[in-house]
């Protein structure tokens, strides 16, 4: 029996056209896509017949979206699966670490299932790949990691992902250095750090720690970097110094980078050009209560930008819906996104830079080659998918279908 499959009456994007008032307009068209091994292998209209005797699921005109890329997330730290817990209020961030060190040790013992209840979340949200951060520290040790790394290696055939080691209480802490290395033998595939200056308050030898790990394994790195102002963009400055000295350009992301967003526009721009030429990524959450990095500036100089949900609903915060198509809403909405390509546009922090058509209308995605990655909604092109956010009717990942039905 054959092992390739149809999906048919997808509704793709084709190209654009000008209205009487020079706005853009999506045109959009039915297809039928043949799937193998994971792969686009052909794309025909669905006014053409296919092949019988091969395996078919119908989207009925649904319109199909590249699936979404969760780009920054915390597995390990959610309360999702048990009863409601609201944030126990604290007067400082050490106040706020020291309380999670207790609890996390204490949540040991259900990590998997906190970890499957938020991965089902996402993936019912349009979700195929998660990057999660894993708490590497003197208090829980390897202990999440093992949990979150199970639970991931089960789901392998339903997402993608990346376990970066992160140091939530310091790298320099202590055994800390010796645990990272530990874990990126048991497990992890990235490095990450977390502010140089804020929490291990020595910035060169944390960044220098952190890329030796990095280059002793082979490894990516994904750092936090809350601190602010000066100190922030200097230590980001050190750290696109450093990976010019490593040669670890293309593999270096810098998460949240707040002070990216409150630098002059000149510094802004400066640093966005030196970003883009190491090849170093900027991942955001879109918060509403910080600065947001400059993203519309750093996707122009040809720096990668990603959104992701974070941890949510743990001992940081009760909010959050695990949902991206949200977070490229929230953006849009926030820097006045409103028209159709503005709109469009906003899709590519969430599907790790994948749009259906260009600027131009060119036809972008899906093409022949392609993995067979998709979200299912019922929407008119990715510009109302973005501003209206529907729900997802189905998710495939590399022809299978993961969450929903067709």
Request: with cysteine; hydrophobic share 40%; proline share 4%.
């Amino acid at each position: 029996m054959s092992t390739a499959l149809w999906i048919k009456n997808v509704l793709l994007e084709k190209g654009l056209s000008t209205c009487t008032n020079n706005s853009l307009e999506t045109n959009t068209a039915l297809y039928h896509l043949k799937i193998e091994e994971g792969k686009i292998t052909e794309k025909k209209p669905a006014t053409e017949t296919i092949e019988t005797g091969v395996k078919t699921m119908d989207a009925k005109g649904l319109l199909g979206l590249p699936s979404f890329k969760e780009m920054h997330n915390h597995l390990d730290k959610t309360y999702l699966s048990l009863d409601w817990k609201a944030c126990q209020p604290v007067s400082s961030l050490k106040q706020r670490l020291s309380l999670e060190a207790i609890e996390l040790e204490e949540l040991s013992e259900t990590t998997e299932q906190r970890a499957t209840a938020m991965i089902q979340l996402l993936q019912s949200k349009g979700a195929t790949h998660i990057r999660t951060h894993v708490n590497i520290d003197p208090y829980v040790g390897l202990k999440n990691l093992e949990g979150i790394r199970s639970v991931l290696e089960a789901h392998s055939d339903q997402l993608s992902y990346d376990i970066v080691a992160f140091p939530q209480h310091g790298l320099l802490n202590g055994e800390v250095p010796g645990l990272m290395k530990k874990a990126m033998r048991s497990g992890a595939t990235m490095v990450g750090g977390l502010d140089p200056a804020g929490i291990d308050r020595n910035i060169e030898k944390s960044l220098d720690t952190m890329m030796n790990i990095a280059t002793e394994f082979d490894a990516d790195i994904d750092i936090h970097l809350h601190d602010s102002g000066q100190v922030g963009y200097y230590t980001t400055e050190k750290l696109i110094e450093l990976t010019k000295q490593a040669q670890w350009q293309n593999r270096v992301a810098v998460s949240h980078a707040f002070n990216l967003g409150e630098s002059p526009i000149a510094q802004q721009e400066k640093i966005a050009k030196e970003l883009a030429e190491v090849g170093v990524a900027v991942m955001s959450t879109v918060p509403i209560t910080k600065t947001m990095p400059p993203v519309a500036l750093l996707d122009q100089q040809g720096v990668n930008v990603h959104f992701g949900c974070d941890g949510f609903y743990d001992s940081w915060s009760p909010y959050g819906s695990g949902d991206l198509l949200e977070k490229a809403s929230l953006y849009s909405e926030v820097f006045r996104k409103s028209d159709e390509r503005g709109l469009a546009n906003s899709l590519k922090f969430i599907t790790n830079g994948i749009t259906p058509l260009s600027d131009k209308g060119d036809v972008l995605w899906p093409i022949v080659g392609d993995d067979a990655d998709f979200v299912f909604v019922e929407a008119s092109c990715s510009a109302e998918a973005v501003a209206r956010t529907p729900e997802r009717k189905a998710v495939v990942f590399r022809g299978k279908l993961v969450y929903g039905e067709l």
